[in-house]
């Protein structure tokens, strides 16, 4: 089980930290994502960690986010700073399946577990 919270409205410019608690599975041990959908579009991939700490941004947030993990407290944290009106959505973190290759964690069919959404505004 996966709960994120953090979101909030805020500022061009302004930081938010979103967390993403998980519960029910050895969080250790998998590849944790965080991804996003903004009204009218597809889910997209945001960032994400491995077990071994290795991470992947997608272009469009690389610089300005930051994935992070406290395996002892089994939470996914993104640091989101710089934000743009662009960056509005709701954001998921999810379970990457195991086994599941690097190439293909930037696809939603890569994960089987995902948490209930924690929403992000952006104002100009």
């Known amino acids: 089980q996966l709960q994120a919270s953090g979101g909030g409205l805020v500022q061009a410019g302004d930081s938010l930290r979103l967390s993403c608690a998980a519960s029910?599975?050895?969080?250790?041990?998998?590849?944790m994502s965080w991804f996003r959908q903004a009204p009218g579009k597809e889910r997209e991939f945001v960032a994400r960690i491995k077990w071994d700490y290795n991470t992947g941004y997608a272009d469009a947030v690389k610089g300005r986010f930051t994935v992070t993990r406290d395996n002892a407290k089994s939470t996914l944290y993104l640091q989101m700073n710089s934000l743009k009106p662009e960056d509005t959505a709701v954001y998921y973190c999810a379970v990457a399946r195991q086994g599941a290759i690097i190439s293909s964690l930037r696809l939603p069919t890569s994960y089987e577990i995902w948490g209930q959404g924690t929403q992000v505004t952006v104002s100009s």
């Open positions: 029910g599975f050895y969080f250790n041990r998998y590849t």
